[in-house]
């Protein structure tokens, strides 16, 4: 029972780090209609930091795929594409290689949603839910007089 | 490094170990439990953190090939379309659970008598509805009486869960159909219920109960049971159960905390390691008298995996709902729950209510469906589902094939070394068809109660929560592992009480009836204790 599973938690190098908020402003872009936050915002991207500690190698690779594809079509890496090339290659990246795509866009919404900024955005309290818990209405309970009125139907073995 | 023997060894500290634990407590023997992971501090569960939707994804993901704990054992589980659902630690996987608390139905016991498929239990409701009574007072249930899809029974319950607005809006739906709906019965204390503070609709079940109002088994059976002065020690990894020349077991041995193997003698032996765990157990204990596993004459070891595949289906609403707040099951249907000769397949299943989902979930999976896009519209289509989103899983009774199977993966171990299983399971026609039916009926009622939009996902890939079959009990020691009682065929001082020892599977959530049977095994046993071992 001594072992434990370890990580390899590599810290992003700068260029990784600033395409990784670069992707996270195009899956979720500042709103001014709703008060929301960019997912590219430097605080968001630390928290994505942290969260990819598990997936660090995953993470590292994929970002490395997609600065791959921008040379590869562009000759320069994902942070200085134009906004138009930049569209081109994501649309790319997440055609050809959709898990990785997918795991970057859940680290970014995992983190993204609990920010305060955007929770209070949505209406709701910036905080967990213990120890405080939730209200939840009872409802209408005489609903359940329709189906209190129906005859016992289980089947009887013997 | 051994010690006196002890009267009675439990292997797992979960649903099943507890019962067990507590029920044999009052004969005062020396009791000691073994379980793989550790004590749980519920002030350390995901819901006191910011991050808790995140957490479910990692350190406390129901995948134990996710989670990676040092609790943890990898599964090989790359040849089933379902994967396993398992949690270690004290209280086993009913930390995780919903608490969803469901007792069988009368025809679950005699499916091959009713519809001529699988085998009949060697015992039948009747049997276990005091044990079913006795685990509800243990642990607390809410719920209401006089379910017409069920037996009358008296056994008390707490106030039903709330139905908030998500439970409001479906039973509208079920009505209009005029299709059956109750009430859960959930382990989720509504009112302080034995030292425990009620629910506050935390709305994390599945990442642990935070409050204490959800009733895993650390927090209802092992309180009484350490009072009763059963020895619980964690951290402690099973690798084999000995046995002597005669073939009665003698102990286990185990890797403590330190890694360190210790053998630990018993007069008796319980497995309560759950579907997966007991045959790994089982198998991996191979003797010169056992060479193909501990009680495993009948070859019947790791055969007959059963989970319960779900289905999934989820409506979009143009008003509010509960969001994630609240208890994740307020209502059930067992309209489609009993064999209807007039449908393509036999058994049924039950339509779960799941209230609604928190902000991250909601992104994740409206992104995985297609309905919430990357870029400047994501806001836009997140709020149309953001606490709009209530639907229901339905789960399916799966029958028992013996290609399904838990067996011993020849490469990979755990922490300590000791083999991993590994999986073999295909979902059957019955269960296709069963899926099927489950999402169209399904369908049905979330657009009768006004969904503008429906998702659904069938089987549900990442929930094998409920583990069975895979030491099945019966009368015949050729086509079961335990007897009527729980005991071993072959080996006469070996008991198993999880949900290995399911004959079928039933179409509700199983931890009543693992909970309920464990009771009943350890009644049986001490009813035999002058002469057990006959």
Known sequence: MTKTEEFDATPLSVDETRTLSILADMIIPASDEYGAPSAGDAAIVEAILTDSERKRPRLIAALSTLEGLSREAHDVGFGDLSDEQRDGIVASFRDEHGRAADMIAALTVQCYYRDDRVMISLGMEPRPPHPDGYVVDQGDWSLLDQVRRRDEFFRKPD | ?534
């Open chain 2, 1 to 534: 490094m051994s010690e006196e023997p002890v009267d009675v060894l439990i292997i797992g500290a979960g649903a099943s170990g507890a019962a067990m634990a507590w029920s044999l407590a009052d004969t005062r023997m020396h009791i000691v439990c073994l379980e793989q992971g550790g004590l749980m501090n519920p002030l350390a569960y995901p819901s006191t953190g910011r991050n808790w939707e995140t957490r479910s994804l990692e350190d406390f993901a129901i995948s134990p090939n996710q989670r990676k704990m040092p609790a943890d054992y990898p599964i090989n589980d790359s040849e089933s379309p379902i994967k396993v659902a398992n949690f270690n630690g004290v209280g086993g996987g009913t930390i995780l659970y919903a608490g969803h608390y469901p007792r069988f139905h009368p025809s679950d016991f005699k499916v091959k008598s009713l519809d001529g498929v699988a085998e009949d239990w060697p015992l039948d409701y009747a049997s276990l509805a005091p044990y079913y009574a006795e685990n509800d007072r243990m642990t607390g249930v809410a719920g209401l009486a006089g379910d017409p899809a069920y037996p009358r029974n008296n056994a008390h319950k707490l106030p039903p869960l709330p139905l908030g607005k998500s439970g409001e809006t479906l039973a509208k739906g079920f009505n209009k159909l005029d299709w059956h709906w109750w009430p859960s019965d959930t382990a989720i204390i509504t009112e302080d219920y034995d030292g425990r503070a009620k629910c506050i609709n935390l709305g994390a079940c599945g990442v642990g109960c935070a409050q204490g109002a959800k009733g895993s088994a650390d927090v209802t059976y092992w309180p009484h049971a350490l009072r009763a002065g059963v020895e619980l020690r964690t951290r402690c990894r099973v690798r084999e159960i000995t046995v002597d020349d005669e073939g009665m077991a003698t102990g286990a041995i185990y890797y403590d905390a330190n890694g360190d193997e210790v053998e630990l003698k018993a007069h008796v032996v319980v497995v309560a390691c759950n579907g997966v765990g007991t045959p790994r157990l089982l198998l991996n204990s191979k003797s010169k008298q056992f060479p193909d596993g501990l009680a495993n004459s009948s070859g019947l070891v790791g055969k007959n995996l059963m989970f319960h595949p779900y289905a999934w289906i989820q409506g979009v609403f143009d008003d509010e709902l509960d969001g994630y707040a609240g208890p994740n099951k307020a209502i059930r249907s067992q309209q489609f729950y009993e064999t209807d000769a007039a449908r393509d397949f036999v058994r049924g299943y039950t339509l779960e209510i799941t209230r609604g989902m928190g902000p991250v979930r909601t992104a994740q999976t409206g992104m995985r469906h297609g309905r919430i896009p990357w870029g400047a519209d994501h806001h836009r289509d997140f709020r149309r589902m953001y606490n709009r989103v209530t639907g229901m899983v339905a789960v399916c009774e799966d029958l028992p094939e013996e290609h399904n199977q838990v067996t011993i993966d020849p490469d990979l171990k755990d922490g300590d070394g000791i083999p991993a299983p590994k999986i073999n399971y295909t979902l059957s026609d019955n269960s296709r068809k069963m899926l099927d039916h489950g999402v169209a009926r399904a369908t049905e009622i979330l657009e009768a109660a006004g969904a503008n939009d429906i998702l659904s996902e069938a089987p549900i890939g990442w929930g094998g929560w409920h583990l069975m079959g895979t030491a099945r009990m019966g009368l015949d020691p050729k086509k079961s592992v335990v007897n009527e009682w729980g005991r071993s065929h072959d080996v006469k001082n070996l008991f198993i009480v999880d949900g290995s020892i399911f004959v079928t599977s039933a179409g509700v959530n199983p931890t009543s009836t693992i909970q309920a049977l464990a009771l009943y095994v350890a009644d049986q046993m001490k009813i035999r204790l002058a002469n057990l071992f006959d």
